[in-house]
């Protein structure tokens, strides 16, 4: 065995070795957020219930401020919002965060922590304009969040909306079930129109993809295709649901997207009817990626 095909064997097992460590870092941080998520969705399920709060967009703050609850500040202190001391009198526990040694609240159980973000948001008028928003709006909600002041992070509003969207958290903001479509219930027609070369229609107030899909004579299956969504995404008003694969790279003259508060990558692929896929790829961005409002995006 030659030096050159050693080195090469080499190289092999500590690529092989350096893949499997990734690989096992990655599924441990799935693992954790599925199981904060599994552990702690009926508890913002009740908050929602309670304070009219989208239980989306507590458990994303929990798991994004409490790292899935495996944070030093959770650990020791059950807070899993990361809110600080400001006018709080029970007990305190400091750690670095903007600056050093800053006040943060401590609670005796996790499920306080809970009730006291919910009076945290419900309780102060900064934040009563969130509560006019559908429950389901999660993008209003994260959008708002930001604006108001709730996180210093300028990424905070897109990294609530992957987080909700990558692990389908909106699906428990509506804890009640819904009402069955009756058989004889008219079908909502919709106006078919083209951009970017490709159909499209906009989502009416209550629209599912299966409404949509009886409308235009599309089956829900191939619309959650061409729109890369599940059957039971929720849409808003205004939403763009294609009705053919989207492209992948922008028509002219749409050469670069500026990303604003609350936008994400599927998000902007509508916008300009790209896969989502093409969109990281244009851009050499890893799937983690998190667009940061005033990042430049090509389009292709």
């Not at 990734?22 to 969705?41: N, P, Q, V």
């Not at 809110?83 to 006040?103: L, M, P, S, T």
């Not at 499920?111 to 993008?139: G, N, T, V």
């Not at 987080?163 to 509506?174: Q, R």
């Amino acid at each position: 065995m030659n030096n050159t095909y050693r080195i090469f064997i080499l190289n092999l097992c500590l690529l092989f070795v350096f893949s499997a460590q990734t690989g096992a870092a990655a599924g441990e941080a799935l693992s954790a957020y599925h199981k904060y998520i599994r552990k702690y969705k009926e508890l913002a399920i009740e908050q929602q219930n309670k304070y009219k709060i989208p239980a989306s967009i507590t458990l994303a703050q929990g798991l994004l401020e409490s790292g899935a609850g495996q944070s030093d500040l959770a650990r020791r202190s059950n807070n899993h919002f990361g809110i600080k001391c400001h006018g709080w009198k029970g007990k305190k526990v400091y750690h670095d965060d903007d600056r050093r040694g800053e006040c943060f609240r401590k609670y005796s159980e996790v499920e306080d922590s809970y009730e006291d973000h919910s009076k945290f948001l419900a309780l102060r008028p900064r934040y009563a304009s969130l509560f006019r928003l559908d429950i389901r709006d999660y993008k209003g909600w994260a959008k708002g969040l930001q604006k108001c002041g709730y996180a210093t992070d300028r990424k905070y509003a897109n990294k609530l909306i992957k987080v909700i969207e990558d692990y389908k958290l909106y699906e428990y903001d509506s804890s009640k079930k819904k009402k069955r479509e009756k058989k004889d219930e008219p079908i909502v027609q919709h106006t078919i129109y083209r951009a970017n070369g490709l159909l499209y229609v906009h989502a009416k107030p209550g629209d599912t993809l299966e409404k949509i899909a009886k409308s235009v004579g599309k089956s829900a299956r191939k619309l959650s295709k061409y729109n890369e969504i599940p059957k039971n995404f929720p849409l808003q008003p205004g939403d763009i649901v294609y009705l053919e694969k989207k492209k992948k790279k922008a028509d002219k003259p749409h050469y670069e997207h500026i990303v604003q508060i609350g936008e994400s990558m599927h998000s902007i692929s509508q916008i300009y009817g790209i896969q989502v896929k093409s969109l990281y790829k244009i851009n050499k961005k890893a799937d983690d990626y998190i667009p940061e409002e005033g990042d430049v995006l090509r389009l292709r």
